[in-house]
């Protein structure tokens, strides 16, 4: 069977990286006046709450090395998903230019503008799908159980803590500008 072992690299990354977006949101959105007031110190105190983890994974990696067999099908199937995904991620980024990284959530007094324009007219949250697509393609590729998990867990906490959450901030900001969007435009294409 033909496989793609040097992509297995994907599963490692995907695992070893992916906590830090959840765990910077979620403290973002948890304790909103507390990131304000430490600023880029955000960044420091989600680093050092990161190394139980890494210890963790450190110290179990035979859950690393437990895979699935997919068949070459469901590989290039996945692949078609992670570029789709990566695609969606580079499209939101080139829209909004950086804003997307968080660091307006407590450097930025001035909100700037809703934007309801390329892929916003289609979808609220193109970046939380894109990361939906990336996560299952490796996956799929990869046939890692991790990622797999990994997978579940990040749309499980983007759909219903961080995305809840950042509404709430988009509202407040926003106003019936933001309610009037969310009336039009669903949260993805078919969602």
Same mark, same amino acid.
């Given at each position: 069977? !033909?496989?793609?072992?040097?992509?297995?690299?994907?599963?490692? $990354?995907?695992? !070893?990286?992916?906590?830090?977006?959840?765990?910077?949101?979620?403290?973002?959105?948890?304790?909103?006046?507390?990131?304000?007031?430490?600023?880029? =110190?955000?960044?420091?105190? #989600?680093?050092? $709450?990161? #190394?139980?983890? =890494?210890?963790?994974?450190? @110290?179990?990696?035979?859950? =690393?090395?437990?895979?699935?067999? *997919?068949?070459?099908?469901?590989?290039?199937?996945?692949?078609?998903?992670?570029?789709?995904?990566?695609?969606?991620? /580079?499209? *939101?980024?080139?829209?909004?230019? %950086?804003?997307?990284? %968080?660091?307006?959530?407590?450097?930025?007094?001035?909100?700037?503008?809703?934007?309801?324009?390329? #892929?916003?007219?289609?979808?609220?949250?193109?970046?939380?799908?894109?990361?939906?697509? /990336?996560?299952?393609?490796? !996956?799929?590729?990869? %046939?890692?159980?991790?990622?797999?998990?990994?997978?579940?867990?990040?749309?499980?906490? @983007?759909?219903?803590?961080?995305?809840?959450?950042?509404?709430?901030? $988009?509202?407040?900001?926003? %106003?019936?500008?933001?309610?009037?969007?969310?009336?039009?435009?669903?949260?993805? !294409?078919?969602?």
């Amino acid at each position: 069977m !033909f496989s793609f072992p040097y992509l297995n690299i994907l599963n490692y $990354l995907l695992v !070893f990286v992916w906590p830090l977006i959840p765990m910077y949101w979620l403290f973002v959105h948890f304790f909103t006046s507390f990131a304000k007031k430490i600023k880029f =110190l955000t960044f420091i105190l #989600i680093y050092t $709450l990161y #190394i139980p983890y =890494l210890y963790f994974l450190i @110290n179990n990696q035979s859950l =690393l090395n437990m895979y699935i067999q *997919t068949s070459f099908t469901l590989k290039l199937f996945g692949f078609f998903i992670f570029v789709a995904g990566a695609f969606l991620q /580079l499209l *939101t980024l080139s829209i909004l230019k %950086g804003r997307i990284l %968080g660091l307006n959530e407590f450097v930025l007094e001035d909100p700037g503008d809703l934007e309801t324009r390329f #892929i916003y007219k289609y979808m609220r949250h193109p970046t939380y799908l894109s990361h939906s697509l /990336l996560f299952f393609g490796v !996956f799929l590729i990869s %046939g890692g159980t991790m990622s797999l998990v990994v997978s579940i867990f990040d749309f499980l906490i @983007n759909n219903f803590l961080i995305i809840p959450f950042e509404e709430r901030e $988009l509202t407040k900001r926003f %106003g019936y500008k933001y309610e009037s969007y969310k009336k039009r435009v669903k949260r993805y !294409f078919f969602i």
